[in-house]
């Protein structure tokens, strides 16, 4: 790691030259036919920095906008502290004189061994500076600089974030996340739907019996001969009456029955439990008395009503609980069962739930979450085969533009493996060929049965959550931040996430399951960051030139001036990142594996984690890896000089993360924006795709998340403090980082790349936090070292670091639930806001409706009604028709709840996109599709023929007249179709059919 000033400067110049290279090759490049989908070419370097951030917003999403705000966070940062620290520390630094101390000290002991492998750029930080100098003031001072400057840059975008988030979810679309929560855990629906599946199987079992039964008897019936005739249908009536008597149909009561039920009369229940029809019902049961003048009725009567009002008001016999802690009532298990039991069906269970809470008029919409565990299988081969079938047809309507023969595609399958269809339809054989359309549009048929069976029964088998619509946000907001229930492992309320991002087959782990799973989760992690942590630091010792040097066959190459300098600055850096590739893909899953609900949980959790890991392998493993293996000789020649040695070797290990950032930044950074690797990979997947719509899905589709970039620039910020006070050229270096990292970020994140959910910028929560950790750590670094090197005043630093954690608690406690959640009162503005855009529309469309004829109003709209006057005065003036614009508008007036509430359009809406998406197949078209098939295929056919003709004769076909987007392209096309027609021939008009089809984005003008 013992990199000299010639190998920084060498990492600088080469990843200097590299991000120029990248930079000016995608400007070449990216304007040709061939590159063009794939970068999106758009206005480049100064449009792209310049990019307001509210078309961000509008364009990209605020958690695209938040994120170029990190990246402008560490320019702003970098760049005040780029000049501030160089000017203090920087010629304090380089006027001392220690490391030539050192190194004078160790040349006159004549030491055989070095024991302090300082180079000359190491004259550049604090290791240069002598124990107890007072030049360590300039130190201190510019620790509280950095400090300051960082806690007030933060104080700033803190804000910002809130307020940035409010804005955005005010203008979000109504009864989508901002009116939505997910409640997980409900109580006793897993035990409803097992039990219901067990009775299901019993009465299904007790059916085959019954039938097994009748079908013996008939057998016995006809040996038996005796002139009986036994008839099937009455054997197939008792059968079926047998069968509603196993489903628990009950046959009509003799009359003995009945005077042995009137007899013993059923228990009547408390009215506390009674139902608002039951007491009802009862109180029409109950006769009047009559009058009793003779007193025949006892003396106890009297004593009785005297008494009766000291009974109501005992308190003792009204209570509603016994102190009994056996009492199960309180319990929501219970509760839930015996609304189960009463017949309520889960979702009624669920809206009564919440009904309670929150009364009717709140409560838009109820989806309970289906388990679609065997759904999803056959929604996935189905989607799979259609999006073949429909690439191939594709392709074929393309070939038919182009006059391009192709042969009718063949298939070999394996019967066995489709199960009992395959040995239907395709035999027994091992292998067969068959037609690719014909099998296709066969098996999807079977498919879309087998699937509209499934979800049938997936909606029977629900899982214990389920996503619950609100008619205004404040209801929301007051779901998602209160306890819904006394038991927290029950009724658990959450702000619901996009439907797009939902980890669907999470959403049926309980509780106690995920924490069980989080627990090995953090068990993995720990076990795999000592795994990392150990070889990292080895191979960081290990890849020293000197080391290499000893080697027989790399010492004459290592040792070359250029490839030594080479080596000593790219070499560590490159050797860390190709260590990491694989840490995100881990952490991600195992993320998912723990039970995780949606995809930006499973992005922040990432990030979270990957910051730790990188935290601890990547800098403090580095730093142990310089500071130990670097001066080993002298801890073991001194044992007891530890803490001295490393004031001195410390501050060398600057000199490795300055040439990483530079690596990172200016190299690694530039080439990913390239994407050379993604392009390779899609240049070889358009070439051969086989239609436009499947070279479409390849540049359309180019997703990002957070946890592989965030973490870079949050360990770029964490470097760049930590080491800013101790060498200060790591200030610029980190600038560099910024710099290069923003212009290529920008441009990807705005035309090029989709985000795969929208979290209102809940991000910069998790980024405040790991900022916060890099100030820790770079005060309690120089903390550390002011101490070691002896400096009196290095107590001065402590009310520093105790500020510090005063402001971070404070942010937090600001803050913490403004980035998460909805405040009930920005949720009540935003709510009165909506409901006059209501007011106001429905007016401009009431005044709309009252400028149209009357007959046109009555005849279009069926809730119109009509308003007119009485007497001669009808007659003079015409009647008016109250639109249902209008009407609606009345009733908003008259209640302001009616604006409020989502219109049963929006209602539909939310039920439609909340719905698992094994929901949402296109199963209704599947015909239309066939329809295809069978009219491109006889015209392939057609084709080939025709194309053999041709080609016997010497003749070519003549070019398709494509539809260009442009006038002069098409005349180019007529002209060039005229001169060529004297040596070609016209199709039959049975290939021309789709020489007019539009084109899909995605197809090349040289394809057509």
Not at 125 to 154: D, E, G, I, Q
Not at 314 to 326: A, G, V
Not at 517 to 524: E, F, H, K, Q
Not at 842 to 858: G, H, I, N, T, Y
Request: hydrophobic fraction near 40%.
């Amino acid at each position: 790691m013992a990199a000299g000033s010639a190998a920084v400067l060498s990492s600088f110049t080469l990843n200097l030259i590299i991000a120029a290279c990248c930079f000016f090759g995608f400007s070449v490049v990216r304007p040709h036919a061939w590159c063009r989908r794939f970068f999106a070419p758009r206005r480049w370097i100064w449009p792209v920095l310049t990019y307001k951030e509210e078309d961000i917003i509008d364009e990209a999403g605020l958690d695209c906008a938040m994120y170029l705000r990190i990246l402008r966070f560490g320019l702003y940062l970098f760049t005040v502290l780029s000049i501030g620290c160089v000017a203090i520390i920087l010629p304090i630094n380089l006027t001392s004189s220690e490391v030539n101390r050192l190194l004078h000290e160790q040349e006159t002991n004549n030491s055989t061994s070095q024991e302090y492998k300082f180079t000359d750029f190491d004259r550049y930080s604090l290791s240069n500076v002598s124990a107890r100098s007072p030049k360590m003031w300039a130190h201190l001072v510019c620790m509280y600089f950095v400090v300051l400057f960082t806690l007030w840059l933060l104080n700033r975008f803190n804000r910002e974030s809130v307020l940035l988030r409010l804005m955005f979810l005010g203008n979000g679309k109504r009864g989508g996340p901002s009116h939505t929560v997910l409640v997980t855990d409900i109580p006793a629906i897993s035990q409803h739907v097992a039990k219901a599946k067990k009775e299901a199987r019993k009465a299904a079992r007790e059916a085959r019996k019954t039938v097994r039964k009748a079908q013996q008897e008939e057998k016995k019936a006809k040996k038996a001969g005796n002139g009986r005739n036994v008839s099937k249908n009455a054997i197939h009536s008792d059968v079926e009456a047998q069968a509603k008597d196993t489903n628990g149909a009950t046959a009509a009561p003799s009359p003995e029955r009945e005077a042995d039920t009137d007899k013993i009369a059923e228990p009547e229940k408390p009215p506390g439990d009674m139902t608002g029809e039951e007491m009802l019902s009862v109180l029409q049961t109950i006769q009047p008395e009559e009058d009793d003048p003779e007193g025949t009725a006892g003396p106890g009567a009297a004593d009785a009503a005297e008494k009766e009002p000291e009974t109501t008001l005992n308190r003792r016999k009204t209570k509603r609980f016994k102190y009994d802690l056996k009492d199960e009532r309180l319990d929501s298990v219970y509760q839930a069962k015996q609304h189960l039991k009463s017949g309520l069906t889960p979702e009624e269970m669920v809206t009564r739930e919440f009904i309670m809470m929150y009364s009717p008029q709140q409560v838009a919409a109820v989806n309970l979450v289906p388990n679609t565990a065997e759904l999803e299988p056959l929604v996935a081969e189905y989607d799979k085969l259609r999006m073949k079938l429909e690439d191939y047809l594709d392709m074929l309507q393309l070939r038919l533009r182009l006059r391009k023969g192709v042969a009718h595609k063949t298939l070999t399958v394996l019967g066995a493996t489709y199960g009992d269809w395959g040995k239907e339809t395709l035999g027994t054989r091992f292998f067969k060929k068959v037609d690719a359309v014909d099998f296709w549009i066969k098996r999807l048929k079977y498919l879309r049965e087998r699937i509209i069976a499934e979800q049938k029964h997936a909606l029977q088998r629900v899982v214990p959550s389920a996503f619950v619509t609100f008619n205004t946000r404040t209801a929301q907001a007051v779901g998602a931040n209160t306890l819904h229930s006394h038991d927290v492992n029950n009724w658990r309320v959450h702000v619901a996430p996009a439907p797009f991002e939902v980890v669907w087959k999470n959403l049926g782990m309980t509780t106690p399951m995920k924490t069980g799973r989080l627990y090995i989760l953090w068990a993995a992690f720990w076990a795999m960051t000592l795994f990392f942590m150990i070889p990292v630091t080895a191979i960081q010792a290990l890849i020293e030139v000197p080391k290499l040097a000893n080697i027989p066959v790399l010492g004459t190459i290592v040792t070359l001036p250029g490839i030594r300098q080479i080596l000593e600055a790219i070499v560590p850096g490159l050797a860390l990142k190709l260590f990491l590739i694989l840490v995100p893909i881990v952490l991600r899953h195992m993320a998912i594996l723990s039970g995780t609900m949606s995809i930006s949980e499973i992005d922040f959790g990432v990030v979270s984690r990957y910051f730790l890991f990188q935290v601890i392998v990547v800098f403090f493993g580095n730093i142990i890896a310089g500071s130990f293996f670097n001066q080993i000789t002298q801890w073991v020649k001194s044992p007891t000089g530890v803490i001295p040695t490393l004031g001195k070797s410390i501050p060398m290990t600057s000199t490795f993360f300055i040439t990483f950032l530079f690596t990172n930044g200016m190299g690694v950074k530039a080439l990913s924006f390239l994407r050379l690797v993604g392009f390779i990979i899609y240049y070889l997947l358009h070439t051969f795709a086989g239609s436009p719509r499947a070279r479409q899905r390849l540049w359309m589709y180019q997703y990002t998340n957070n946890g592989t970039t965030v973490v870079d620039h949050t360990i770029a910020i964490l470097i760049g403090l930590t080491f800013s006070c101790i060498n200060p050229i790591v200030c610029p270096a980190a600038l560099a980082y910024f710099l290069v990292t923003f212009l290529g970020e920008s441009y990807n994140n705005i035309y090029v790349f989709r985000r795969e959910y929208e979290s209102a910028g809940r991000l910069w929560q998790t980024v405040y936090n790991q900022v916060m950790v890099g100030l820790y750590i770079m005060q309690l670094t120089m903390l550390g070292l002011l101490g070691i090197k002896s400096f009196p005043y290095t107590v001065l630093g402590f009310p520093l670091l105790i500020l510090s954690v005063i402001c971070h608690i404070g942010t937090l406690n600001t803050y913490r639930r403004p980035w998460s959640v909805t405040a009930l009162h920005d949720a009540g503005q935003l709510d009165a806001w909506e409901a006059t855009s209501v007011r106001t529309r429905l007016f401009l469309e009431a005044k709309k409706e009252r400028r149209r004829p009357v007959k046109q109003v009555a005849e279009g709209d069926g809730g119109a009604t009509t308003e007119g006057t009485e007497g001669t005065k009808a007659a003079e003036k015409p009647a008016t028709v109250v639109g249902p614009s209008e009407a609606r508008l009345r009733a908003v007036l008259q209640d302001q709840r009616h604006a409020f509430a989502l219109t049963p359009e929006e209602q539909a809406e939310v039920s439609r996109v909340y719905k698992n998406p094994a929901f949402k197949v296109r199963l209704d078209d599947l015909e239309e599709v066939e329809a295809l098939a069978k009219d491109v295929l006889p015209r392939i056919d057609v084709l080939n023929e025709w194309l053999a003709q041709l080609k016997k004769a010497g003749k070519k076909p003549a070019p398709a007249a494509l539809t260009r987007r442009d006038p002069e392209s098409q005349e180019g096309t007529a002209e060039k179709c005229d001169a060529e027609q004297l040596v070609s021939e016209v199709p039959p008009p049975e290939v021309t059919k789709y020489d007019d089809k539009p084109p899909l984005d995605g197809e090349d003008e040289t394809e057509r």
